[in-house]
């Protein structure tokens, strides 16, 4: 299934050329990410904080097709792909006024947050995965 | 009457100490003012890349009293001031789990965008006045 | 003594009306003060990691007299104040082409980063209140 | 020839993991090409505010080996190479302490601004192609 997620693009997301700075889209797939984790019932305080495990990005890519202007209210559909019981991948796309202005794709590994060695996805983790991923598809 | 923006604290909020990053909160006071001027019917793309007028904040100020964390549900109460025909000031009031854990004014004076002298409010900057301040009161 | 602190003026620190967004002010006094303490021999990494002391910023004003752009080559002038055994103050004066474009001030307390309850500074805070304060002084 | 670029990374860049938040990794390769610009002589306020002319990104990726913290000093090493008439990409490399901790690349197409259309690189940006490319060779 899709998570969808609306975000209105702020003064503070655009740069002197009038449009939404690149750097930002990416800040954008991350809220959406946060936003799924929260739908499907996990802390994020809790899950931003934890000391023992982490899920910090490996990679990610970012294309855009078209501007982003202050005001454009955006809507992103995000889907994630299981890749192995540490790795998965989130895959983004930005809608305007039903044209695709943006994709984008973030990895993510699961790790020991002291050693930071590799480690399993939490079961909380895996409902995410299940909940807002389609068969090994991506968008 | 007052404008009530509600948002969620975003891992990118954050920094190292786990809270947010205490500039941020201005943005976010700014998000709360960019979304009372569209409620007023303010078109947002015109009204941030207008060419001719500009209504630059000249002065700002925020007050932290309590930290606020990633995944935390704030509440932001807006109230504008009429200074003069061409300045006004805006108060926020920040309020996660039913205290106050910020609040912060801006300044603003409209001026031309290209020779910079003060320039007086658009009639839709007047009704947004009306709208949201109160008898020259702040919060 | 003043501690002097230069920068150039990012993209990213510009917004849609081609000019530095406010709130990224108070970013770059952040990055001048973290700078002063460095250059005192502080240990950023483990100052601003530290798990029971904390020196969060409690109170932060900015006014802003003229427009900076990307390129600007800025000039920040910090010294700070000592105001109680675990309050200080930084002020700030952003210079740009010789003439004053922002002043602003941050207020910071000394806690206990688990009780949240005010501390003494450490010896290294007091070293670097001496180094740039000058006589309860402010810009 | 390659351009080097150093920055301390700031408390801002961070956290609540207490590591560099992954997009700001893309804003500092921006200030790397912003820097590399400058180095060769091209004015940024007239190149960013170009009314007629712009460069936008259309794609960024970026891989992260190792976690940066506040404090660490980074070595960025910048590469570009000449894709077409139009199009150019930047390769860019960080270093903390001669260990690789992250790799990026960004795309970029020159236009009109405001038709949008593809348009040529002007004999400044040749100029720059020149001087930090080598021999179509990326990092």
Same mark, same amino acid.
């Given at each position: &299934?899709? %998570? $969808?997620?609306?975000?209105?693009?702020?003064?503070?997301?655009?740069?002197?050329?009038?449009?939404?700075?690149?750097? $930002? /889209? @990416?800040? &954008?797939?991350?809220?959406?990410?946060?936003?799924?984790?929260?739908? #499907?019932?996990? $802390?994020?305080? /809790?899950?931003? #904080? $934890? #000391? *023992? /495990? !982490?899920?910090?990005?490996?990679?990610? *890519?970012?294309?855009? %097709?078209?501007? &982003?202007?202050?005001?454009?209210?955006?809507?992103?559909?995000? &889907? =994630?792909?299981? @890749?192995?019981?540490? +790795?998965?991948?989130?895959?983004?796309?930005?809608?305007?006024?039903?044209?695709?202005?943006?994709? !984008?794709? +973030?990895?993510?590994? =699961?790790?020991?947050?002291?050693?930071? #060695?590799?480690?399993? %996805?939490?079961?909380?983790?895996?409902?995410?995965?299940?909940?807002?991923?389609?068969?090994?598809?991506?968008?």
């Amino acid at each position: &299934m899709t %998570f $969808n997620y609306t975000r209105t693009i702020r003064f503070q997301d655009t740069d002197a050329a009038g449009v939404v700075y690149f750097a $930002n /889209v @990416l800040a &954008m797939c991350h809220e959406a990410y946060e936003q799924s984790l929260a739908a #499907s019932g996990i $802390n994020l305080k /809790v899950f931003f #904080s $934890n #000391s *023992s /495990v !982490a899920i910090p990005i490996v990679h990610a *890519s970012v294309d855009f %097709f078209r501007p &982003m202007f202050c005001g454009d209210e955006i809507f992103i559909k995000l &889907m =994630c792909k299981y @890749l192995s019981s540490e +790795t998965f991948e989130v895959a983004y796309q930005f809608v305007v006024a039903d044209k695709i202005v943006a994709k !984008a794709i +973030t990895r993510h590994v =699961c790790i020991d947050a002291v050693s930071r #060695s590799r480690k399993e %996805f939490s079961a909380e983790i895996v409902r995410w995965l299940r909940e807002w991923g389609e068969q090994g598809k991506l968008i």
